[in-house]
């Protein structure tokens, strides 16, 4: 019976498989590389003079040098929010809120006007919930089923996100309500990694190992139509410049180069390169961050992080510093940003390359603890 | 932003996981691409997702087929980016068998012909036959349905047959 031939020989093939290196290290490796990439796609992190002000991460804005390990006792951090643990928001003031024990991680946070958007997981491997913690450290259910985490503009006042075959556009209000303002049939593959006020950028992956492939919506042209063979030289969206008019993202001087330039991408002209910078040590690799003043971008390069001039690298193409870290973090304002490492949180100022630990009040210092990125308007 | 740190329990118990069964997986993954590279690659993918999702996958009886899942629809995209367009020839070319075994010509003859297979129907196929999955259950790993699994089945037996049947009568 054919059947059974079928079962014998698909037993011969495979009888002898080559052995593997190390899959489970390896996996473990690119799952931090896939969670970066997911993870800062849109991460330009704006406005953080209050942070300056309060005395957000204690001690941190007053240089690499005067990092001090704060007391026990010392008072809440008054300013940026954490994620603790894959589990808990730990809120600037201290307090922590935890999502209801049907989600079952807390995936991905934003810092906006009317508080915190937060992403957990559910039981459904595929999908995602939505919910808002208000500065009163109360939740509130936004959306659920969503592909993944919403995108959300650099002034925090537009989101995107993906539930099922429909993709939406959408804002909060101040009594903390999220309002639909647009929505398309998008039956194809992809999801939103980068809003602006007017385009939404949308990005595919077609082998699980970042996102190779990107698309454009622009809800006032009406519904979306997939088109995503035109764009074709973009590599990376690092995602919107402060201002929201621009992205910032790596292209390839041609189609199918292995070199790549750093670019400024017009949104509404299928991501054109305004400007590049070539030759730089940059890495295929979302995970950029551009300071809030618009002056740096800390992007994965070549043996730690790039730290780039983007005032003068279109001129003269350069990389200011390589901070010795895997990825970068967030701005904690226009010359430090805080980035998780596996030791905890390590602070990297514009100007020196040494890193110093960062201890957040109140928090074990074996708690994993990512800083929450904001979103504010310029 | 996603959360991004180390968790040394969930890496214990993924590498516990991986230990016991990446070589099924491996094999799995061959039998949908035909390459032992490729095959790696596919693991590795799979493993990064699953080990992503680590958190959120129901207990350990969750996560095999979390990731025999990603395996075989990452497979069937790989198959439409890398060869989109190309048809399965109609009969495949007659190889020479080393070892003069009729029967074992045979199974390389049907490997053959499985490699030509449109890629659902290759999945179908590998999941009934290699894993030994039940139709519920490959239509539950594939979101297809029952009905979809058989008719995907059925077409996949009749071209082997039909293709078995015509290398033979080329051979002589």
Same mark, same amino acid.
């Given at each position: 019976m054919i059947e059974d031939l079928v079962r014998e020989s698909l037993h011969e093939r495979v009888a002898q498989p080559p052995a593997l290196d190390d899959p489970a290290g390896r996996a473990i490796a690119g799952a931090r590389t896939l969670r970066r990439r997911r993870a &800062? #796609? +849109? +991460?330009?992190?704006?406005? #953080?003079a209050a942070v300056l002000a309060t005395g957000a991460l204690t001690?941190?804005?007053?240089g690499p040098h005067m990092l001090p390990v704060p007391? !026990?006792? !010392? @008072? @809440?951090?008054?300013s940026l929010a954490f994620i603790v643990n894959h589990s808990a928001l730990r809120l600037p003031d201290g307090r922590s809120v935890s999502l209801p024990p049907s989600e079952t991680a807390l995936t991905d946070a934003d810092q906006v006007r009317e508080g915190w958007l937060v992403t957990g997981a559910t039981a459904d491997a595929n999908t995602s919930s939505l919910w808002l913690v208000t500065p009163d450290a109360v939740l509130h259910p936004l959306a659920q089923g969503l592909v993944g985490a919403p995108a959300v503009s650099v002034d925090g006042l537009w989101l995107s996100w993906r539930t099922g075959t429909q993709l939406f556009t959408g804002h909060l209000i101040d009594s903390g309500a999220l309002i639909v303002d647009a929505s398309t049939p998008m039956p194809d593959k992809g999801f939103p990694i980068a809003v602006t006020s007017t385009v939404v950028v949308l990005g595919a992956t077609a082998t699980g190992g970042g996102i190779d492939s990107f698309d454009l919506w622009l809800p006032a042209k009406g519904h979306y139509v997939p088109s995503? %063979? #035109?764009? /074709? /030289? #973009? +590599?990376a969206v690092y995602g919107p410049l402060p201002g929201g008019h621009s992205l910032l993202g790596l292209v390839r001087? !041609?189609?199918?180069?292995?070199e790549v330039c750093l670019a400024e991408l017009d949104p509404e002209a299928?991501?054109? !390169? /305004?400007r590049t910078a070539c030759n730089?040590? &940059?890495?295929?690799? @979302?995970a950029g961050a551009v300071s809030p003043d618009g002056h740096w971008l800390a992007a994965v390069g070549n043996g730690g992080v790039a730290l780039i001039d983007l005032t003068t690298v279109y001129d003269r193409p350069a990389v200011a510093a390589t901070w010795g870290a895997d990825w970068p973090g967030v701005w904690v304002d226009a010359r430090t940003m805080v980035v998780p490492a596996a030791d905890g949180l390590l602070g990297f100022s514009v100007g020196d390359a040494t890193p110093q630990p960062v201890r957040v009040p109140?928090?074990?210092?074996?708690a994993t603890t990512t800083p929450v990125p904001r979103h504010e308007p310029v | 932003m996603r959360a991004m740190g180390r968790d040394p329990a969930a890496e214990l118990e993924f590498r516990d996981f991986v230990a016991v069964r990446s070589g099924a997986l491996h094999r799995t993954a061959y039998l949908l691409v035909g390459d032992w590279a490729l095959a790696e690659d596919l693991v590795q993918t799979a493993l990064v997702k699953t080990y992503v999702a680590w958190r959120r996958l129901d207990g350990v009886a969750a996560v095999e087929p979390y990731a025999r899942k990603v395996m075989v629809n990452t497979a069937t995209a790989w198959w439409r980016r890398r060869w989109r367009g190309e048809r399965p020839t109609g009969v495949l070319p007659e190889r020479p068998v080393a070892d003069g075994s009729d029967q074992r010509a045979e199974r390389d003859r049907v490997w053959q012909l499985i490699q030509a297979l449109p890629p659902r129907q290759r999945a179908v196929v590998v999941l009934r036959f290699?894993? %030994? &999955?039940?139709e519920a259950d490959t239509a539950r790993l594939l979101d297809i349905t029952v009905g979809t699994v058989k008719s995907q089945t059925a077409k996949a037996m009749e071209t082997l047959r039909r293709q078995l049947a015509t290398t033979k009568e080329n051979a002589r």
């Open positions: &800062l #796609v +849109a +991460a330009c992190v704006i406005g #953080v001690g941190l804005h007053g007391p !026990a006792s !010392a @008072p @809440p951090s008054p995503w %063979d #035109v764009i /074709t /030289t #973009v +590599a001087p !041609a189609q199918g180069s292995k299928s991501l054109r !390169a /305004t730089l040590p &940059l890495q295929v690799d @979302p109140g928090l074990p210092s074996n | 290699y894993e %030994d &999955l039940s």
